[in-house]
């Protein structure tokens, strides 16, 4: 069973020798306690943020698994939705009977490749505006075609102390570690804060490897 947010909270009170707490008091938590609770959302929020194919941020909800967008002729921009994360990685181009995958690139390579002047045609790349929720195609539709993309379910924060975390218990110590940089960094102490932040990276990159490498590997291999 998932660790709950009240037991991740007393795992890191623990581990700097502060006092655990209970069920009653949680709601109206102060000092180092309420500290904590507000550590262990931070840290979850870094671990959100390290990717956007987390598998459990996935919505799975039937047909609301995917989305679908119709091109227009001659518009390059797109709003694809805005209250989920877009798999960039993902995105396939639906042209009669015919279905392919868009490449993602960035902004910078397609702006440095001189694609801003480029002729309409059949796009074969999907990039994001830098300052904006609008997404670009290159090349510019010349026709009217149709974008398939995968969702992911925005991120919330814990809030009440039965709240479940939303991954396998196997990595639980990263966000522990990470919530304990926090809590080290508040006490100034930087010589723990820098130990945990070390073993908070290579358990990132573990919990990386394994839950999204190898959908990424599959995704290269279509």
């Not at 119709?70 to 390059?76: C, I």
């Not at 796009?123 to 398939?148: M, Q, R, W």
Request: proline letters at 4%; hydrophobic letters at 40%.
């Amino acid at each position: 069973m998932a660790k709950t947010y009240i037991q991740l909270v007393n795992e890191v009170l623990r581990d700097v020798n502060e006092v655990p707490i209970t069920s009653v008091e949680f709601p109206t938590a102060r000092g180092v306690q309420d500290f904590v609770k507000k550590a262990v959302n931070r840290a979850y929020m870094d671990i959100v943020n390290a990717s956007t194919e987390w598998p459990w941020l996935t919505n799975t909800g039937g047909t609301n698994r995917f989305q679908q967008v119709s091109t227009v002729a001659d518009q390059q921009w797109y709003a694809l939705g805005q209250s989920h994360n877009i798999d960039l990685t993902t995105v396939m181009l639906i042209n009669g009977t015919d279905k392919f995958p868009l490449e993602y690139i960035s902004y910078d390579h397609w702006a440095q490749s001189n694609k801003v002047t480029e002729d309409s045609a059949l796009p074969c790349a999907i990039f994001k505006h830098p300052t904006n929720d609008l997404y670009g195609l290159s090349n510019t539709p010349d026709d009217v075609y149709t974008l398939e993309f995968s969702l992911w379910d925005p991120a919330t924060e814990f809030v009440n102390d039965v709240d479940l975390m939303p991954f396998a218990d196997q990595y639980y110590t990263v966000l522990i570690n990470r919530a304990l940089f926090y809590v080290w960094m508040w006490r100034e102490n930087l010589d723990h804060a820098n130990m945990v932040d070390k073993t908070y990276d290579e358990g990132l990159k573990e919990m990386k490897r394994h839950l999204v490498g190898n959908k990424l590997e599959r995704m290269r291999a279509i």
